[in-house]
């Protein structure tokens, strides 16, 4: 356990569509990242939150939309489901004044 | 902006036996820190050794190590006495010392050990 905590692991949906995935990052870190990993493609920076305010913003599309709670937790929703978006999602934190990052073990999500 | 090349999609090694995996990566920043990634089947991301641009020496972590040139922008990594267990993905990354301090990863190198 990485202690990044990514519910579901699992999403099955329809074209159309909306999902929330949820993201706990380590206990202490500030910061979470959002990353898309699609079929046999590397990972691609969706956003960045520090302590509940957007701090970096990447390919992200405009049906996606994110944010951090108070309590450090984030949540990434997509919206408007294409087949496109089948993916897996990953969530990681990093702790203040350290460069490395906490991956948890992904979400992944399959649009039918 | 930066970008981060990993130019080999696939690699195979015995087991026991060294391999080299390949990044590249362009930046005009001068302090900046590398990494490797291993995914392996069950595609948690596993960090496997970390690099900093301003250490000259090159980081090692039991049977990892990297060969880090600077001025070349170059970060291989090298696996000594490959195990069975190495078999993965393996992702170069890059992540600037500035603000923004997502990371930016290359495409990845499949690694397949043999016995």
């Known amino acids: 356990d990485s202690g990044v905590t990514q519910t579901p692991k699992h999403l099955i949906t329809a074209t159309g569509q909306r999902v929330t995935l949820r993201c706990s990052p380590r206990s202490g870190d500030l910061s979470v990242y959002w990353y898309q990993q699609s079929l046999d493609q590397g990972l691609q920076f969706l956003i960045q939150y520090y302590n509940g305010e957007e701090r970096a913003k990447g390919n992200i599309l405009e049906r996606f939309s994110a944010q951090q709670f108070p309590d450090l937790h984030s949540e990434l929703n997509l919206s408007s489901l294409e087949l496109g978006d089948s993916a897996l999602y990953f969530c990681?934190?990093?702790?203040?004044?350290?460069?490395?990052?906490?991956f948890g073990s992904g979400t992944r999500l399959t649009v039918v | 902006a930066q970008t981060v090349t990993q130019s080999q999609p696939e690699m195979s090694v015995q087991e026991a036996e060294t391999v080299t995996l390949s990044c590249t990566y362009d930046t005009s920043e001068s302090d900046y820190y590398l990494f490797w990634y291993k995914q392996p089947p069950s595609r948690q991301m596993i960090l496997v050794i970390r690099?900093?641009?301003?250490?000259?020496q090159n980081a090692t972590e039991n049977r990892f190590s990297v060969n880090f040139q600077k001025a070349a922008k170059s970060f291989s990594l090298k696996i000594s006495d490959s195990q069975l267990g190495d078999a993965a993905m393996y992702f170069c990354?890059?992540?600037?010392?500035?603000?923004?301090?997502?990371?930016?990863f290359g495409t990845g190198t499949r690694l397949q050990v043999f016995p």
């Open positions: 990681a934190s990093r702790a203040e004044g350290v460069y490395g990052y906490t």
């Open positions: 990354a890059y992540r600037s010392a500035s603000f923004t301090d997502k990371l930016i």
């Open positions: 690099q900093e641009a301003y250490k000259q």
